[in-house]
């Protein structure tokens, strides 16, 4: 399978605890995003990485959430200080970098996270 | 008012019906359209895309958009069960990065 891969798929915490998630983006993908998507709404978008510079960040992404790109190859997301406002599917994108066409965005399946 | 509002549904139709979904937006400066489908517990996976204003087709599918009205649709010819899902529209504008913005997706059941 040479689709986005993420890990874990599922994860449940506690309040105060810090959760880490990773994306494997498709070989080569220059660009990978992060979306949090909450029951009934669509996706919202996070961050975003072109190799291993992130150039956005929505003002949704709170001082506790931080995400990392260190080789330009897979990403990490990481809550600390867990609050229940933060369950959610954690969902992870790649795209080409290919100028002259639209690059479509890969979508991996997802983390659901539950924070008790 | 959000950037892109969607009829939430749920839509129940019987096999064979055609299917119209619809976004409106508010923001002018999008550019590109999207209609997304993501089963239950899967990611979002690209249907279509559009680029500013027009129709596109792909065997059963057809996205139409107005961009002087601001509203987007999404027509499926002979829906068939497999096609249930919830159906998101997307959009972004053509800068340097593609952010998209999503609506709240429409939930679509097609009763055998």
């Known amino acids: 399978d040479t689709g986005v891969s993420q890990d874990p798929r599922h994860k449940i915490t506690k309040r105060g605890q810090n959760v880490t998630f990773r994306c494997d983006p498709i070989?080569?993908?220059?660009?990978l995003y992060w979306y949090r998507q909450t029951l009934g709404q669509g996706p919202e978008f996070l961050t975003y990485f072109q190799n291993e510079a992130q150039l956005e960040k929505s003002r949704l992404l709170s001082d506790r959430f931080s995400a990392e790109r260190p080789k330009g190859s897979f990403s990490t997301l990481e809550i600390q200080r867990t609050e229940q406002g933060d369950s959610a599917m954690y969902l992870c994108a790649s795209s080409p970098l290919t100028s002259g066409v639209y690059n479509e965005q890969f979508f991996g399946p997802g983390t659901r996270l539950t924070v008790l | 008012q959000k950037e892109v509002e969607q009829d939430p549904g749920p839509l129940s139709v019987p096999e064979g019906a055609i299917v119209s979904l619809n976004c409106t937006y508010s923001n002018s400066a999008f550019q590109y359209f999207m209609w997304y489908r993501q089963y239950s517990r899967k990611g979002p996976e690209l249907l279509m895309y559009t680029y500013s204003s027009g129709n596109k087709e792909d065997g059963r599918f057809t996205a139409q958009v107005d961009k002087s009205s601001k509203y987007i649709s999404l027509f499926i010819r002979d829906s068939q069960p497999s096609d249930s899902a919830t159906y998101l529209c997307a959009m972004s504008v053509r800068t340097s990065y593609d952010k998209v913005i999503f609506g709240p997706g429409t939930s679509l059941s097609v009763i055998p």
């Open positions: 070989s080569e993908h220059n660009r």
